[in-house]
């Protein structure tokens, strides 16, 4: 694919980037195109999933995946914001992804080359292309304004308030869980 087209694709894996900074989530978008159309979006969810595979990529995989009716997605490209981690990765091994298309590098996590490289590695039986840097400054802008933002929350401190009264007791054994009564449920366990 072109540059130009990388930079297209790119712009839509950041619109997903968007929509996780929207529910508060750590601001990472991804897509998967076939055949120059998209066919799978994700973005980060882990925290209101209360899931720690709710990744973009992962998310955007399994869109992919339900709408080729396979879970092999070898004529495929994954756009995504941030470099993917070792879970993403291996879910892209394992999609037998033609391409993978990142923005901004992560130094810690990230296995497309900063921290290692999954893709590289010989024993692996399928190898994936993967390019990064791809519009990384969009990408970098939108997760260090998300962290800024996130700091600079913690540091304005709300003012003592009185303690609240501690839960009543409840019989747990004869509680049906619903989503009405879940507040009083998780009060009632601690």
Request: glycine share 6%.
């Amino acid at each position: 694919m072109s540059v130009d087209t990388d930079q297209q694709f790119m712009q839509a894996a950041l619109q997903q980037a968007q929509n996780a900074s929207l529910v508060g989530e750590v601001p990472v978008g991804a897509i998967v195109v076939r055949d120059g159309r998209i066919i799978g979006t994700g973005f980060n969810q882990p925290i209101g999933s209360h899931d720690p595979t709710s990744h973009a990529e992962i998310i955007a995989l399994r869109q992919a995946a339900l709408r080729s009716q396979n879970y092999r997605l070898p004529e495929c490209d994954l756009y995504v914001t941030l470099e993917p981690c070792a879970m993403c990765v291996g879910a892209m091994l394992h999609a037998r992804l033609r391409r993978v298309v990142f923005g901004a590098f992560d130094r810690k996590t990230g296995a497309a080359g900063s921290a290692m490289n999954l893709f590289a590695e010989a024993a692996i039986n399928h190898h994936t292309e993967a390019i990064g840097g791809v519009m990384a400054a969009d990408s970098v802008a939108l997760l260090r304004g998300f962290f800024e933002e996130r700091r600079a929350k913690r540091t304005q401190r709300p003012e003592p308030r009185e303690p609240a009264a501690p839960p009543r007791a409840v019989d747990l054994s004869t509680t049906i869980v619903t989503d009405i009564d879940m507040a009083e449920w998780r009060a009632a366990k601690l």
